[in-house]
């Protein structure tokens, strides 16, 4: 890491928790992991929720044993790696709502410590965002963000917007005073 890093390699570290008998010990010896290559410089850390999957043996022994229902597509769903709201975890030693708590500061310490120790990179971000453009899972969602935020706010200012009269209309009268004066 450190040597592609040298060489101007963009270098991204995708770290994995929440494996089925994956205990706190070994959660915290792979946060440990992500803080030591956020150290030095890589990119992009993001922890992602290890979800099985149809046709390997650790997702056989999860539905053997009763811990995965038989698969449908709300289950799949359920196991979606990146919106924190709809995951669940198949650990059998850390809750999700836990791991989705390590999971958020974990990525937050990263991110932090990569711009703390690598401030040009934070540079970096915010010409990338404005540019609509990412290298990083952060910088992704701030695009998405800013795309979404920029969608809402055109839509409630043509919801807000007043209508323009025909021009083929008379312009309206106002009351002034009791007298009737065209508007502007």
Same mark, same amino acid.
């Given at each position: 890491m450190?040597i592609?890093?040298?060489?101007?390699?963009?270098?991204?570290?995708?770290?994995?928790?929440?494996?089925?008998?994956?205990? #706190?010990?070994?959660?915290?010896?792979t946060?440990?992991?992500?803080?030591?290559?956020?150290?030095?410089?890589?990119d992009?850390?993001?922890?992602?929720?290890?979800?099985?999957?149809?046709?390997? #043996?650790?997702?056989?022994?999860?539905?053997?044993?009763?811990?995965?229902?038989?698969?449908?597509?709300?289950?799949?769903?359920?196991?979606?790696?990146?919106?924190?709201?709809?995951m669940?975890?198949?650990?059998?030693?850390?809750?999700?709502?836990?791991?989705n708590?390590?999971?958020?500061?974990?990525?937050g310490?990263?991110?932090?410590?990569?711009?703390?120790?690598?401030?040009? #990179?934070?540079?970096?971000?915010?010409?990338?965002?404005?540019?609509?453009r990412?290298?990083?899972?952060?910088?992704? #969602?701030?695009?998405?963000?800013?795309?979404?935020?920029?969608?809402?706010?055109?839509?409630r200012?043509r919801?807000?917007?007043?209508?323009?009269?025909?021009?083929?209309?008379?312009?309206?009268?106002?009351?002034?005073?009791?007298?009737?004066?065209?508007?502007?």
């Amino acid at each position: 890491m450190r040597i592609a890093k040298r060489l101007g390699v963009n270098v991204k570290a995708n770290l994995m928790i929440g494996f089925p008998d994956e205990t #706190r010990r070994d959660l915290f010896r792979t946060l440990r992991f992500g803080l030591h290559a956020a150290w030095v410089g890589v990119d992009d850390i993001p922890l992602f929720p290890f979800s099985p999957y149809p046709g390997n #043996r650790i997702y056989d022994e999860l539905r053997a044993d009763g811990t995965l229902p038989p698969s449908t597509t709300a289950t799949s769903a359920r196991l979606g790696y990146m919106d924190v709201t709809v995951m669940s975890s198949v650990c059998r030693n850390i809750s999700t709502l836990e791991l989705n708590v390590y999971r958020i500061l974990g990525m937050g310490t990263f991110y932090a410590l990569g711009y703390v120790r690598h401030p040009a #990179r934070l540079l970096r971000t915010l010409r990338n965002v404005a540019a609509g453009r990412s290298e990083t899972v952060l910088e992704q #969602r701030l695009v998405e963000y800013k795309e979404r935020w920029t969608r809402r706010r055109a839509a409630r200012v043509r919801s807000v917007a007043p209508s323009q009269p025909p021009a083929t209309q008379e312009p309206r009268a106002i009351w002034y005073r009791g007298t009737a004066r065209p508007s502007l």
